[in-house]
Nanobody, 120 residues
Framework: QVQLVESGGGLVQPGGSLRLSCAASGIFFSVKTMGWYRQAPGKERELVATITEGYTTDYADSVKGRFTISRDNAKNTVYLQMNSLKPEDTGVYYC??????????????WGQGTQVTVSS
């Protein structure tokens, strides 16, 4: 069983910063691409950023230059540093990971979500 445990959400004023963390735990062979998605009220879940095990990153246009995704492969942990936050960044942020389980098959896991609210 693999679990993704997120932390770091909260309430912040516009222009502020938050750092999200997500750690993969359990029994597995390795973790491949990790990423963050978000879902605002009444909207579909959307990609925020991804990072491969080789540290190649990709970002949604709306967060480029403001958010930075990183990972610590030794800890199976992915981070999302969010700067210059805007009200439209408000939503539930979900961690995502492609995991090679012990049967050597790929499996996609999701975290439980953490709320980020940007408001004055």
């Amino acid at each position: 069983q693999v679990q993704l445990v997120e932390s770091g959400g909260g309430l912040v004023q516009p222009g502020g910063s938050l750092r999200l963390s997500c750690a993969a735990s359990g029994i597995f062979f390795s973790v491949k691409t990790m990423g963050w998605y978000r879902q605002a009220p009444g909207k579909e879940r959307e990609l925020v950023a991804t990072i491969t095990e080789g540290y190649t990153t990709d970002y949604a246009d709306s967060v480029k230059g403001r958010f930075t995704i990183s990972r610590d492969n030794a800890k199976n942990t992915v981070y999302l540093q969010m700067n210059s936050l805007k009200p439209e960044d408000t939503g539930v942020y979900y961690c995502n990971a492609v995991v090679i389980i012990m049967t050597r098959r790929e499996w996609v896991y999701w975290g439980q979500g953490t709320q980020v609210t940007v408001s004055s």
